[in-house]
């Protein structure tokens, strides 16, 4: 992988992580595109990569990680669950869900999901509006709602504010919760792939390596801080169709 690889991969994770469209279908066109093979050492700089969307996040929330905010987190560990569990039990049928046409498909289920949500969405005063008031059976809620996004083309992002809307978020905190969450949850993947994959590191082209982790991580930070301003006089909607585009783009690409 050169620098142009890593620069291009890096932006693409660094803007897509977090948003309800799914990292996984755009690193796949992306790779296929730039001619960029899936073997061990590319797993190695995903790594990398998702530690630096996982940095920005914890930057920008730095005010909530700490000891005064354990209660929150213990809402967030206990969302984790869920996937944790049923991810590790299933680890290896969810592997063999792994192709193009069911990300594709994924990608159009989950914008229509979005569209209907939206449609009969109603914004309402009883909404929790701060993302430390969230109940714990709430926040239960949305991690079992997590656990969709073990199927490939889901996004993780969006199974979690989808979960988060269903139970009476409002959209700022349904992304809010959903990017504290990636914390435990991308920690713990990317963990377990650091694990895996630790070897390859002796052979990776470090320039490459360091430039892409800067680049995802300024790209998440800017991306956060865009999203949740759009949120703000904004919808899912087009989120919802920008998905059944590029699930039918991809479809056709097939």
């Not at 991969?9 to 693409?12: K, L, S, V």
């Not at 977090?18 to 990292?23: C, G």
């Not at 213990?74 to 984790?80: G, I």
């Given at each position: 992988m050169d620098i142009f690889q890593a620069i291009i991969?890096?932006?693409?994770e660094g803007f897509t992580e977090?948003?309800?469209?799914?990292?996984t279908g755009h690193m796949i066109v992306a790779s296929k595109f730039l001619g960029v093979a899936e073997t061990d050492l590319t797993k190695a700089y995903e790594v990398i990569i998702q530690f630096a969307a996982i940095l920005a996040v914890m930057l920008i929330y730095r005010e909530k990680i700490t000891f005064r905010k354990i209660n929150l987190w213990?809402?967030?560990?206990?969302?984790?669950l869920p996937l944790a569990i049923v991810g590790f039990i299933f680890k290896d049928q969810v592997k063999a869900l792994?192709?193009?046409?069911?990300v594709a498909w994924m990608f159009i289920i989950g914008g229509i999901i979005f569209l209907i949500v939206?449609?009969?969405y109603q914004e309402k005063e009883t909404h929790v509006k701060d993302v430390e008031k969230v109940s714990w059976t709430q926040a239960w809620w949305v991690g079992f709602a997590q656990i969709f996004s073990l199927i490939p083309g889901t996004s993780r992002a969006g199974a979690t504010i989808i979960g988060g809307l269903l139970c009476g978020l409002d959209r700022k905190?349904?992304?809010?919760?959903s990017f504290l969450l990636a914390i435990p949850v991308m920690a713990a993947v990317s963990g377990y792939d650091l694990l895996k994959h630790y070897h390859e590191f002796v052979h990776a082209n470090w320039g490459a390596f360091l430039v892409g982790f800067l680049v995802a991580?300024?790209?998440?930070?800017?991306?956060?801080?865009?999203?949740l301003a759009f949120l703000q006089r904004f919808t899912f909607v087009p989120f919802g169709i920008y998905r059944i585009?590029?699930?039918v783009i991809l479809l056709v690409m097939l």
């Open positions: 991969i890096g932006i693409i977090f948003l309800p469209i799914s990292s213990m809402k967030l560990l206990f969302a984790f792994f192709s193009v046409q069911v939206e449609h009969f905190t349904s992304a809010e919760f991580f300024v790209v998440a930070y800017a991306t956060i801080k865009l999203f585009v590029f699930g």
